[in-house]
């Protein structure tokens, strides 16, 4: 592995001692209380804060701190002394709320590895398991770090095993933990084969190293075994010596193998601890160390040329050219807005000129911040592999490539999940209405999975989101950081339409008045897909029956007419389009004409090819003590929900259904009334479906009659 020294390269820590990883999990797992252990411990933070009080670091908005839950993905950094080397941690805790999972999305987008952490008590968990899938796409490597072990009811191999069923991971557990709930004192370390006991008085700052207790010695052998027979599978050599019966290979040896298989993906490694409790988040910062990649471990980034579109790639090195994706847009106090980037080659200096190939244009960097939360830290120069932030510049967008002027590369953009619930808003007064613009286009910006429209027929602004709480942050965010009130209706599923049958329909716009008249004449095809294919557009014309300028304004006309539905007003989607035949006039025909003949085409045809509606389908888990499980399901049943699984887990009660989401408003309220507070759920959106009959009709009836409503008023 090449090495870049910090002396030559002006860098504070060698490239290969640099660590970008993400704190992932579902919600509650104690993501955000492992991220300020790791900063106390680390002597990044002086003092501990706790979730419950409010005075966590990385959790520093005020919705964030009053509800207890992570809404931003916030970045920090800090040093970590092992076995005598330091080593910088670039960190982003992130949130796990579904509601937020874009911020998950972003993060793992340019991040090198992960700690992902489950709960003791409950295992793997419906959002573990989404955020598990998104760290698979992006290939990030990762260990699983099982905490909260001194809660009541907490079975580190209950957890261990739904790693290994529910996520299908080859999973290796490097620890056991010595106890459980109160009795939880500390861990054996199944590489060392040595014990760790936590000193209880000093906020786990201190530890004995000492032999496996008594009891745990025949379990520890046998874990052992099994660890080394996994982790010889990645080295052919250690792999000759195991079968020729040699199994006594040293710490060092067994901890080079695992990290060769971390870093291929084909293995994760387990650990058990209690942030909470101050123990065992040292042991996960060296295995962190030890087994995630530094940024010469992964292969160069791809891009392709700009201007040629051919494929280019940049190796990590600080004599690359430069280039960074930026990632994070952040409403800031005191300079507007931060623009968080992550260099994959080069460096960047203040005062150097960065290319925009997205855009074409070049600018100035005046700012490099290093950041901490919400706090930050002016510096001259960052290399590759750094995570830091700039202030915002015209051209800063999510998603987009940050180059050198003289050899540009456009890498990869960052794609978002779609919104799944609108709500219709509007502002309290005249003088909020122009803040109302301001606050969302700014918030629109920052969030891709935030998007605002304008009904055409009712005039209203519609916001849409992943969720009701996300909607409620935005509007709170609205108020709190834009000083801008406004009133907000009901939630509102985006619903989706589609065609279930082929037609052909003729479109045709003539317009005679005395002069140069329209003309624009059209045959389309409509044909349903298969669900999740989306919109395909076919140019079939033969024989230069609609002259070849015509075509991308009939393209245009179908795409929009797309918009305005066939049954409801919802979005087509999942349908084929093929133009076949048409006719047009040497003098009348224009683009416009053509446009319009294709919009009437394809809103006649879709009323005649069996159209429906398609509603968004939740995965959701829902936990209840035993005695309240009837009364759960026969309210799940109420809403149409299928259910897929039941079980125990401890002397807890899981249901796992899929849900629409129509029917899911104010479930919270119900839930706690049905089971006394005492249930929880989690849901998350899983995929789109037609409706039954009863409910399409009952949508297309409130449709026509606020149509109707809607021309009394005109």
Same mark, same amino acid.
């Given at each position: ?293 530094? @940024?010469?471990? $992964?292969?160069?980034? /791809?891009?392709?040329? =700009?201007?040629?579109?051919? &494929?280019? !790639?940049? +190796? ?91 050899? @540009?590369?456009? $890498?990869?953009?960052? /794609?978002?999940?779609? =919104?799944?619930?609108?709500? &219709?808003? !509007?502002? +309290? ?94 045959? $389309? ?190």
């Amino acid at each position: 592995m090449a090495t870049q020294t910090a002396a030559k390269s002006g860098r504070q820590v060698p490239l290969e001692k640099v660590r970008n990883i993400g704190i992932i999990a579902h919600i509650d797992a104690g993501k955000t209380t492992t991220t300020e252990r790791i900063l106390y411990y680390t002597g990044r933070v002086h003092k501990i804060g706790e979730v419950h009080e409010g005075s966590t670091t990385t959790d520093w908005m005020p919705q964030e701190r009053e509800r207890g839950i992570t809404i931003t993905a916030a970045a920090t950094y800090c040093q970590w002394k092992r076995n005598e080397i330091d080593y910088q941690i670039n960190i982003i805790d992130t949130p796990g709320h579904v509601d937020f999972t874009a911020e998950v999305e972003r993060s793992l987008r340019v991040l090198d590895g992960a700690v992902t952490c489950f709960d003791g008590v409950q295992g793997v968990e419906p959002q573990s398991e989404t955020v598990w899938r998104q760290a698979d796409k992006y290939n990030v490597p990762r260990i699983a770090y099982i905490n909260k072990m001194d809660r009541l009811g907490a079975d580190f191999y209950m957890s261990f095993d739904s790693i290994v069923e529910k996520l299908g991971a080859n999973a290796a557990a490097i620890q056991l933990p010595i106890g459980a709930e109160d009795k939880y004192i500390g861990l054996v370390d199944l590489i060392e084969m040595k014990a760790r006991v936590w000193h209880s008085d000093d906020l786990g700052a201190a530890w004995d190293v000492v032999e496996i207790p008594a009891n745990m010695v025949e379990q520890a052998k046998e874990w052992h075994d099994k660890l080394v027979e996994k982790i010889v599978d990645f080295d052919d050599d250690m792999m000759t010596s195991y079968l020729e019966g040699k199994t006594n290979f040293s710490p060092d040896q067994l901890r080079k193998t695992l990290r060769k298989g971390v870093l291929q993906g084909k293995i994760f490694p387990v650990l058990c601890g209690s942030s909470y409790k101050n123990k065992g988040v040292q042991t996960m910062l060296d295995a962190v160390c030890d087994f995630l990649p530094c @940024p010469l471990d $992964l292969p160069s980034v /791809k891009g392709t040329d =700009p201007f040629k579109g051919s &494929a280019l !790639e940049r +190796k990590a090195d600080d004599n690359e050219p430069f280039s960074a994706l930026m990632f994070k847009l952040q409403p800031d106090p005191f300079v507007g807005k931060l623009a968080f980037f992550r260099v994959y080659s080069g460096k960047l200096s203040v005062g150097d000129t960065v290319f925009f190939p997205g855009t074409r244009n070049s600018e100035r960097i005046g700012r490099i911040l290093r950041m901490h939360a919400n706090k930050r830290e002016e510096i001259k120069e960052v290399f590759t592999g750094d995570i830091a932030a700039t202030v915002a510049m015209k051209n800063s967008r999510v998603g987009v490539t940050m180059t050198s002027e003289e050899n @540009p590369i456009l $890498l990869e953009t960052i /794609k978002f999940p779609e =919104p799944v619930i609108s709500v &219709a808003i !509007e502002p +309290k007064s005249k003088a909020d209405e122009e803040k109302m613009g301001h606050a969302m286009a700014a918030l629109a910006e920052e969030d891709q999975t935030f998007r605002i429209k304008t009904d055409v027929e009712t005039g209203q602004t519609i916001i849409s989101g992943m969720g009701e709480l996300h909607l409620e942050i935005i509007v709170d965010r609205m108020k709190r950081e834009f000083k801008d009130e406004a009133n907000v209706g009901r939630p509102q599923v985006a619903y989706r339409e589609t065609v279930r049958k082929k037609v052909k329909e003729e479109g045709k716009f003539i317009r005679q008045s005395g002069g140069r008249g329209q003309y624009g004449h059209c045959w $389309l095809e409509i044909e349903p897909q298969e669900m999740g294919k989306g919109f395909e557009f076919v140019d079939d014309i033969k024989q230069g029956r609609i002259p070849r300028e015509f075509i991308p304004a009939i393209e245009k006309g179908v795409r929009e007419a797309l918009d305005g539905g066939a049954l409801a007003g919802f979005p087509l989607v999942d349908i084929k389009v093929t133009l076949i035949d048409g006719s047009f006039h040497e003098v009348d025909s224009s683009e416009i004409a053509f446009k319009i003949a294709a919009a009437m085409a394809l809103r006649s045809g879709c009323k005649k090819a069996n159209p429906t509606i398609l509603e968004p389908i939740m995965k959701f888990e829902a936990t209840t003590p035993e005695q309240y499980m009837g009364d759960v399901i026969g309210d799940l049943n109420a809403r149409r929900a299928k259910i897929m699984d039941m079980g125990n887990r401890g002397n807890i009660k899981f249901v796992r259904a899929t849900v629409p989401l129509s029917e899911l408003f104010g479930y919270a309220t119900a839930v706690r009334s049905i089971s006394q507070g005492r249930a929880a759920f989690t849901m998350e959106p899983s995929h789109y479906e037609e409706v039954p009959n009863n409910v399409l009709k009952a949508i297309v009836e409130k449709h026509a009659a606020a149509e109707a409503a809607e021309g009394k008023a005109r």
